[in-house]
């Protein structure tokens, strides 16, 4: 059977409810703040260990591990909570590809839940005894947890890797013809590209500490000299850390199949490119430069990744009929005009309510008031939610009168 | 209830059966002979009824032996299938309905299996003499 009717055949026959490319679109997106946050959390996680081995030479480093441990912490939830947004719109246009390299590694598929437990578990662990003068056995917890968040790294890269060469599914499943139904092996590492999706977690360390020091200027108990340490820590890891992700980067624009046209492709020279000039201006990074410039060249960076990796798989998908474009649509604008109020309602005036009033909570020492401002905002949080809440009852009860009455 | 273009599988499934559709079947277990109707059943049973059920006995999750209350008569079991399986009369379970071929290959399978024989060895078996015997010819 040609694998590529079968691909087509195996999408949802409901179709989708908008044209195809913007669900393409959000995916990009979301998948940026996503990754932004597993590099965030696998490079502080990384350093907080290197800080905690180092306590005993600075409390500058104590300091720092326990600093990091926490943004690890929250760098876990976040990154679990931003990574749900880029898996459904991948399930809504690339189901065939998703669900089928899923299925052929389930084990390890399901695995990846219980390893993140136990890895959150582990952290929390070390998280709850990382304190002044804590002792050595505890980085145990630590390493264990890094460890297993770098297995479930390994895993989605498979999964994803995996539904790129659908030409081969047949092989994995049936090898010799004989079925293997109990999805116990990952089929296909591209070593390379995991290495330098990984390998960002340095940088996005080092950027994030330039940022880090910046944001405690204002605060009396965050002493200026452990913030010019934390600075040149993170500029130096920034500016190291994206020479190094160079060598996995070219290792990988080089793995490309012959004659898909990707070794050479614009966007993939143009992540070079971007590696290559973060690495300058992070070596170069001037006194003067605001501290959260760098994290906005990093985002940047991670948007022309983000984009790659979608030119890389329509490159891969083409040649077997797979086009996304002719994707059934059965247009539901209601649901897609909910979707987008909701985005922008709840994300933008909830979630901006929060991050104004974390963000400025914590650049006070003591207790903080919060601003005119903020309290409207938060006032008018309360009023969406509320506002939300009406409509999803309202419009869900609309729909069953009238499926059921009417 | 149709809806959205999307065509019912059921009845197409049932002429050609699932041998000839289903995208992931190797090509020698895609038409039933005497060597390999073991290894068929077993696959056919995996496709139709592991969503839902367990295949070994004494496991959880609805496991077939037990539904069957450990019947080892293909008939019976075939019977089933052509049945209350076949109509869609079977509370809380889709329509299934497969060509002869396929339901007695399932039926010699969950026979075999509440035997208590180990189906595994056995398929083994099965398909080593069937590449003697191609290979002799």
Request: with cysteine.
């Amino acid at each position: 059977m040609d694998i590529g009717t079968v691909m087509n055949t195996m999408r949802d026959p409901a179709g989708v409810p908008a044209h195809p490319v913007l669900f393409q679109a959000l995916m990009v997106l979301t998948w940026v703040l996503h990754i932004a946050f597993v590099h965030l959390t696998l490079g502080a996680a990384g350093l907080a260990i290197f800080s905690f081995h180092r306590r005993g030479r600075s409390p500058y480093w104590e300091c720092l591990s326990m600093a990091m441990t926490k943004v690890a912490k929250v760098g876990v939830s976040l990154l679990i909570v931003l990574g749900v947004a880029p898996l459904l719109f991948t399930q809504v246009i690339y189901d065939p590809q998703w669900y089928a390299s899923n299925v052929l590694s389930g084990r390890w598929a399901i695995a990846f839940i219980f390893t993140l437990i136990v890895a959150y578990c582990s952290w929390f662990a070390f998280y709850y005894a990382n304190h002044e003068g804590a002792k050595r056995h505890i980085g145990v917890f630590a390493w264990v947890g890094l460890l297993l968040f770098c297995l479930d790294g390994l895993i989605m890269h498979a999964l994803s890797y995996q539904a790129l060469l659908p030409g081969q599914w047949m092989g994995w499943y049936a090898p010799g013809g004989v079925v293997d139904t109990r999805g116990a092996a990952l089929h296909a590492i591209q070593w390379p590209r995991y290495l330098f999706i990984m390998s960002l977690s340095a940088p996005a360390v080092g950027i994030f500490l330039i940022a880090y020091a910046h944001y405690f200027a204002g605060r009396e108990d965050r002493e200026p000299a452990y913030r010019a340490f934390t600075r040149s820590l993170g500029q130096r890891m920034a500016s190291r850390g994206f020479v190094l992700a160079l060598l996995p980067l070219l290792g990988w624009q080089m793995s490309h199949p012959a004659g898909s046209g990707l070794v050479a492709h614009p966007v993939g020279v143009l992540l070079v490119l971007a590696v290559i000039a973060m690495a300058g201006w992070m070596w170069r990074l001037r006194e003067g430069t605001h501290g959260y410039l760098p994290v906005l060249g990093g985002l940047g960076l991670l948007a022309v990744l983000s984009l790659w990796r979608e030119v890389i798989r329509v490159a891969h998908l083409k040649p077997f009929g797979y086009d996304i474009a002719n994707y059934v649509v059965h247009a539901d604008w209601p649901s897609a005009l909910l979707f987008f109020a909701t985005l922008a309602g709840v994300g933008g005036l909830v979630g901006g309510y929060y991050l104004t009033l974390i963000y400025r909570a914590g650049r006070v020492q003591g207790l903080y008031t919060a601003s005119r401002g903020v309290a409207r905002l938060g006032s008018g949080a309360v009023a969406i939610l509320g506002v939300w809440i009406a409509v999803f009852f309202i419009y869900g009860i609309a729909i069953w009168v009238r499926n059921s009455f009417l | 209830m149709p809806g959205k273009g999307i065509t019912g599988e059921v009845d197409r499934i049932a002429e050609k059966g699932l041998l000839q559709l289903h995208p992931f079947i190797p090509d020698r277990l895609r038409v039933v002979n005497d060597g390999n109707r073991l290894e068929v059943g077993q696959l056919l049973a995996k496709v139709a009824c592991a969503n839902c059920h367990a295949l070994q006995r004494r496991t959880p999750l609805r496991h077939i032996p037990d539904k069957f209350h450990g019947a080892t008569d293909e008939d019976l079991i075939a019977a089933f299938l052509q049945g209350p399986l076949k109509h869609g009369t079977q509370p809380y379970m889709p329509r299934i309905d497969l060509p002869e071929a396929e339901v007695r290959a399932i039926a010699h399978f969950l026979a075999v299996t509440n035997s208590g024989q180990d189906v595994e060895r056995l398929i083994v078996q099965q398909r080593s003499a069937t590449r003697v015997a191609s290979q002799k010819e």
